[in-house]
T-cell receptor, first 114, second 112 residues
Framework: DGGITQSPKYLFRKEGQNVTLSCEQN?????MYWYRQDPGQGLRLIYY???????QKGDIAEGYSVSREKKESFPLTVTSAQKNPTAFYLC?????????????FGSGTRLTVV | LAKTTQPISMDSYEGQEVNITCSHN???????ITWYQQFPSQGPRFIIQ???TKVTNEVASLFIPADRKSSTLSLPRVSLSDTAVYYC?????????????FGQGTTLQVKP
């Protein structure tokens, strides 16, 4: 079955550490996105990629980095510069860059700073 | 992108029809109305999308009046498993607008 796989499901990070969240899709989608969700809040866009080897900052990119070396993969690194990283992170993809195309979301990674 | 406004929360009982209304007064000609559903600790799921009049699929119906300044998501005969957050968004065909903006959504609580 086609879909988006995020791993790990739960991640614990010590203060000062960088961590990388994995996102893999086998839908042959060109566009991929990373969102952050805090309790009781909507989703906020961190980074997005319209096509392989390209990515753009979203609304809250500070303290995060991404790469898009393969069409299938869009990993997100939460760096030590992100002061409040505890949140639920969601990866999504769409067949093409454009909000009219339905987004497919992964099941998320819950990151906790300990 | 056009801003949307929807109720923060709604309660219903099993077997009832639930209608969630969303306003989008500044919707543009090229915009579509899109709804997503999110269960706790999961990613949102695309439910339905429409441009005008009525759209129906196996999950829901979407009613859009002629002026398109509002829309109503209708869930027939809800069950406990329909308890979720429902997001109304405006999706655009025009320009460099590939970013979906999710507000707080409507938290629907279905009671037995």
């Amino acid at each position: 079955d086609g879909g988006i796989t995020q791993s790990p499901k739960y991640l614990f990070r010590k203060e000062g550490q960088n961590v990388t969240l994995s996102c893999e899709q086998n839908l042959n989608h060109d566009a991929m996105y990373w969102y952050r969700q805090d309790p009781g809040q909507g989703l906020r866009l961190i980074y997005y990629s319209q096509i392989v080897n390209d990515f753009q900052k979203g609304d809250i990119a500070e303290g995060y980095s991404v790469s898009r070396e393969k069409k299938e993969s869009f990993p997100l690194t939460v760096t030590s510069a992100q002061k409040n990283p505890t949140a639920f992170y969601l990866c999504a993809s769409s067949i093409s860059f454009g909000t009219v195309y339905g987004y497919t979301f992964g099941s998320g990674t819950r990151l906790t700073v300990v | 992108l056009a801003k949307t406004t929807q109720p923060i929360s709604m309660d219903s009982y099993e077997g009832q029809e639930v209608n969630i209304t969303c306003s989008h007064n500044n919707i543009a000609t090229n915009d579509y109305i899109t709804w997503y559903q999110q269960f706790p600790s999961q990613g949102p799921r695309f439910i339905i999308q429409g441009y005008k009049t009525k759209v129906t699929n196996e999950v829901a119906s979407l009613f859009i009046p002629a002026d398109r300044k509002s829309s109503t998501l209708s869930l027939p005969r809800v069950s406990l498993s329909d308890t979720a957050v429902y997001y109304c968004l405006v999706a655009s065909l025009s320009g460099n607008t590939g970013k979906l903006i999710f507000g707080q959504g409507t938290t629907l609580q279905v009671k037995p």
